[in-house]
């Protein structure tokens, strides 16, 4: 039995900029590390978390079965196929939204944490319900955003609304860095997010076009192509999280030839 | 009995104090149908605590119309919920009534520590001082002054009363739009110059923004 467990609600206000597939990924790579680790989808209008992992065709129970008592946790629980550690708690259907209340996620997730160390609860998009009800289960919270405009004002309703429900700690990922287009300008900095937002930068994602192919196989890029980009950056999120202390990825060795510009662009100013 | 559309002023007594909610329910019991603004006094108030109320106040066919406090932590967390929220300033009298707030004069100075996010909104019936930047998306207003020891990159509104003298200073004057009184500026397009802080007021008609030189906090 897992005594101090850890509820992470992985958050953004905007939609599409890359929760699910953190979700997966950093389960994936926690789940690695020797921590039992449960992926609560909590994105009941949409659930996608179980496609990214690639275990759409094993559920048979979901979380409204648990709640309306119908099953126990663990027969609703879907073990990932190589990474024992891993289990998903999938979404049950869309219409569940009409009763859930914040008291109910709370529930399952007091059941989760009883058997994991790491609880990762994947967020819905927006401020409302869906949204509120994830956040009165979650001790601490992820923010994700891209860099852009929309999705950094997002990003800051949403940080607002974890500080009055003190949540904490809130940490930072910037998904979808581009270093080309930040070197040219083209793309809010680093500094500029890290800027309006005030949070603590957990990480960077590198654009990977390796993460369409791997969404499209069910297979986390963490899972098995360890050495793209993209999956470097999450395995680093992932040892973060655990209180290692590993510098920003340098994206001279992902991309190369922008190293020197990326140096610069952790300076640059554009709005 | 009141009219419902009268605005009636509800101070919540003490929320830690365990028989809060029945003095407050006795209050309610009075008041029936009636449209409320929630006093919260300095007390601080968690969105849980708030959705609490809301419950309570619903049972009694009331409405919120919005919340008054001195906490900081209380008007972000009733914004948060969507309610207009306004900080009072703490006064002896426990009779807080639109009357004697406006014989307020704006020598009392609201106090804001932290950022201030987007789709926040903080409003001071003094001067309001913030410490923190306030983000785009963020909206502050006071009837007297605004002073902002961070960046400012929302909308500020200076003398909502209509006071023409008054002043939005901030570290960095990048708001997305600047009220003072009843003149409405767009923010600049350029960039500020760094190492100064700056001082947005009227001049000759027009809201003007200038280097703050720090005589002028005198006036
Ligand atoms: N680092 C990345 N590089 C390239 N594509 C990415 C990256 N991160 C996410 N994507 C793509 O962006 C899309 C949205 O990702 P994802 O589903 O994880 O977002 P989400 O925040 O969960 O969306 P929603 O709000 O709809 O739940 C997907 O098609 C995904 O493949
Ligand atoms: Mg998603």
């Known amino acids: 039995m897992a005594t101090d467990t850890r509820v992470i609600l992985i958050c953004s206000g905007k939609g599409g900029v890359g929760k699910t597939t953190l979700t997966a990924n950093l389960g994936i790579s926690l789940a690695r590390q020797g921590l039992t680790t449960a992926v609560l989808d909590a994105d009941f209008g949409l659930r996608n978390l179980d496609l990214l992992l690639g275990l759409e065709n094993r559920i048979v129970y979901t979380a409204q079965e648990v709640l309306e008592e119908e099953c126990r946790l663990d027969q609703a629980l879907v073990k990932h196929k190589q990474e024992s550690n891993l289990s998903l708690l999938p979404a049950g259907n ?27 609860i994947d967020c819905p998009a927006g401020v409302e319900d869906g949204f509120k009800n994830a956040m009165a289960a979650s001790q601490e919270a992820i923010v994700v955003t891209n860099p852009e405009v929309s999705a950094v004002r997002d990003a800051d309703r949403v940080i607002g609304l974890l500080n009055t429900n003190s949540i904490k700690p809130v940490q930072l990922v910037l998904n979808r860095v581009r270093p080309k287009m930040m070197a040219n300008q083209e793309m809010l900095s680093i500094n500029d997010v ?12 590198l654009e990977d076009e390796q993460i369409i192919v791997s969404t499209n196989r069910g297979e986390p890029l963490t899972l098995n192509s360890v050495n793209s980009p993209a999956a470097k950056c999450y395995l680093n999120i992932a040892k973060r999280l ?26 640059t100013k554009i709005f | 009995m009141n ?44 969105c849980k605590d708030i959705s609490e109320i809301i419950e309570i106040v619903n049972q ?30 703490e006064n002896n009298s426990k009779n807080t009534s639109d009357a004697n707030k406006k014989n307020l004069t704006f020598s009392k100075t609201h106090f804001h520590q ?57 570290l960095q004057l990048r708001p997305v ?38 005589t002028q906090f005198n006036s």
């Open chain 2, 114 to 170: 932290g950022t201030v996010r987007s789709g926040e909104y903080l409003e001071s019936p003094g001067n309001l001082l913030i410490l923190g930047d306030v983000n785009p998306g963020a909206k502050v207003s006071a009837e007297g002054n605004i002073i902002i020891w961070g960046k400012l990159l929302g909308i500020a509104h200076a003398g909502t009363k209509g006071n023409s003298k008054a002043t939005i200073s901030a």
């Open chain 1, 194 to 205: 890290t800027d309006i937002l005030a949070l603590p930068l957990l990480g960077l994602v």
């Open chain 1, 242 to 267: 655990q209180g290692e202390d590993i510098p920003l990825i340098d994206p001279l060795k992902e991309s190369s030839g922008f190293g020197a510009k990326f140096r610069r662009l952790m300076q």
């Open chain 2, 3 to 46: 009219s419902n559309n009268q605005k009636i002023i509800i101070n919540i007594g003490d929320i830690n104090d365990p028989k809060w909610k029945i003095g407050f329910k006795n209050k309610l019991k009075m008041l029936r149908s009636n449209n409320l603004e929630i006093d919260s006094e300095n007390i601080d108030l968690s």
């Open chain 2, 60 to 89: 009694y066919d009331c409405k919120i119309t919005g919340f008054c406090s001195s906490s900081p932590k209380t008007i972000v967390s009733s914004q948060s919920l969507g309610y207009k929220s306004q900080f009072s300033i």
């Open chain 1, 94 to 120: 869309p219409r569940m939204l009409d009763w859930l209340k914040p008291d109910d996620m709370k529930r399952i997730v007091d059941m989760l944490k009883e058997q994991f160390n790491y609880v990762l």
């Open chain 2, 177 to 214: 739009q600047l009220r003072i009184a009843k003149k409405i500026a767009r923010g600049p397009k350029e960039k500020p110059q760094l190492g100064h802080a700056e001082q947005a007021k009227i001049d000759s008609e027009e809201i003007i923004i200038t280097p703050l030189l720090t």
